[in-house]
């Protein structure tokens, strides 16, 4: 069932299970990780942080330290952000030409119970016939994983989860090998620190100069 509803009754960090953003190298990405620090998490929480790469790679030595490379770039930002809040964060980077499967493929076998994303722009939103990829994602996405899209801080779309999440040994358990063969992934945990040692001036400049207004409505 589809769902729109206000948030103001839940408390902050008052959630269970994994939360998970998908992130993007775009603003959208950034006030959807803001919105859910200051909605779903609380300080020392732990928030994983999910890209897909659609670029083909030549070889899989390459590959691998190539995404490893990118990787490091698209996070830096997300990583000040989490900083700043101490937040603790996993880093997930996976490589697939299918975005919304591959996203689905893992909030599945890793029974990821919240799953925030950011609205895209308008100038996207043209290049999809069949609708935006987060609204392709939240329609499929696993019936016990509570989905959102934030756009200018506030909800914009909610889909809420209608059946409790499965153990994630049980998860994994029914995943199929070959829907996995061709998503090749980074793991890696990011541990709070001090803003100065680990983020760059630049995006330290950035997120202070970025405004965010954190909200409970979900429209204008």
């Known amino acids: 069932m589809w769902m729109l509803r206000d948030q103001s009754s839940q408390k ?5 299970g994994i939360v ?3 992130i993007d190298r775009n603003r959208g990405s950034q006030q959807a990780l803001k919105w859910t620090i200051h909605h779903l998490l609380q300080q020392g929480q732990t928030v994983h942080l999910i890209h897909v790469s659609t670029k083909p790679q030549a070889s899989a030595v390459l590959a691998g330290d190539e995404l490893e490379s990118q990787a490091k770039e698209l996070l830096a930002p997300f990583h000040c952000i989490c900083t700043s809040k101490d937040i ?4 997930i980077i996976l490589e697939n030409t299918d975005i919304p499967k591959t996203l689905i493929g893992y909030v599945s076998n890793n029974a990821i119970e919240h799953l925030v994303m950011g609205a895209p722009r308008i100038g996207l939103l043209r290049r999809f016939k069949n609708g935006d990829i987060p609204s392709t994602i939240m329609k499929g996405a696993p019936k016990f994983c509570n989905t959102y899209i934030i756009s200018k801080g506030k909800i914009s779309s909610m889909h809420s989860a209608s059946h409790p999440a499965p153990s ?7 995943t199929s090998t070959s829907s996995q ?6 793991v890696s945990d990011h541990q709070p620190s001090q ?5 760059p001036l630049s995006h330290v400049l950035a997120l202070f100069s970025t405004p965010f207004v954190a909200t409970d409505h979900l429209y204008e």
């Open 181 to 186: 063969s061709k998503t090749s992934s980074i």
């Open 168 to 174: 994630r040994m049980a998860s994994h358990s029914q």
């Open 20 to 22: 998970a953003v998908a």
């Open 88 to 91: 603790q964060c996993k880093d």
């Open 195 to 199: 803003i100065g040692s680990s983020c």
């Open 12 to 16: 902050k960090g008052d959630v269970n």
